[in-house]
């Protein structure tokens, strides 16, 4: 198993449909993070949890919703997104959420909005 | 605000020397990280500077001066795999999360 896995790799929604990216990580790590990666701009932090309680919401609109069920595990789920949204939503996880650890990340789900 | 400042796009011949500049305006500091992003892949951890000077990781160093605000990545003997996104990033000083740039673009020619 790879360090971060996320699914789907690839998503297109309508305006009005409501899905959920998966992410997954086997590092044994306490924080993981939601990025969002347009292109030519640098990495949105989104979320982010520690020990499964979220410690950062970066003023993202309510139509991102995000979910941490255990330590190992983070969701996004979304509804009723914008065109603008659509990008690469990249995981991360890292050991804790405050120190200077590098971050792990997964290859991304790329999402369209039509 | 808080912002880094890296060049768009380098490009570069096999087996040549290329630097990657990153410069930074924060209100307070925890050190520079380097990432490296191959298209349709993940961000991957390449270096991390705290102090001043030159850290060297096989045929990438990462150099970094914190008076100057002014960090770079130099990678040696270029190969076409080098072809990448490279990203430079610090720990915001209110809630120790990275503020990114922009990315620089590393193009290798044969």
């Known amino acids: 198993e790879t360090g971060v896995t996320q699914t789907p790799r690839h998503l297109v929604m309508g305006m009005t449909n409501k899905k959920s990216l998966k992410c997954e990580q086997h590092l044994g790590h306490n924080a993981m993070y939601w990025y969002k990666q347009s292109a030519k701009k640098p990495l949105e932090l989104m979320f982010v949890y520690n020990f499964k309680e979220q410690t950062e919401n970066n003023s993202v609109p309510s139509r991102f919703s995000p979910e941490c069920p255990n330590s190992s595990h983070l969701f996004l789920h979304l509804h009723t997104l914008q065109p603008e949204d659509s990008a690469l939503y990249l995981c991360?996880?890292?050991?804790?959420?405050?120190?200077?650890?590098?971050?792990?990340f997964g290859e991304g789900s790329r999402l369209t909005v039509l | 605000g808080q912002s880094l400042e890296q060049p768009s796009e380098v490009t570069a011949v096999e087996g040549a020397i290329v630097q990657i500049n990153c410069t930074y305006q924060t209100s307070g500091f925890y050190g520079l990280s380097w990432y490296q992003q191959h298209d349709g892949g993940a961000p991957t951890f390449l270096s991390y500077n705290a102090l001043d000077g030159l850290e060297e990781t096989g045929r990438f160093s990462s150099f970094l001066s914190r008076s100057d605000s002014y960090g770079y990545l130099l990678l040696q003997e270029l190969q076409m795999k080098d072809s990448a996104s490279y990203f430079c990033?610090?720990?915001?000083?209110?809630?120790?999360?990275?503020?990114w740039g922009a990315g620089t673009k590393l193009i290798i020619k044969p």
């Open positions: 990033a610090v720990r915001d000083h209110s809630n120790y999360q990275l503020i």
């Open positions: 991360a996880s890292s050991q804790e959420s405050r120190g200077t650890g590098e971050l792990f």
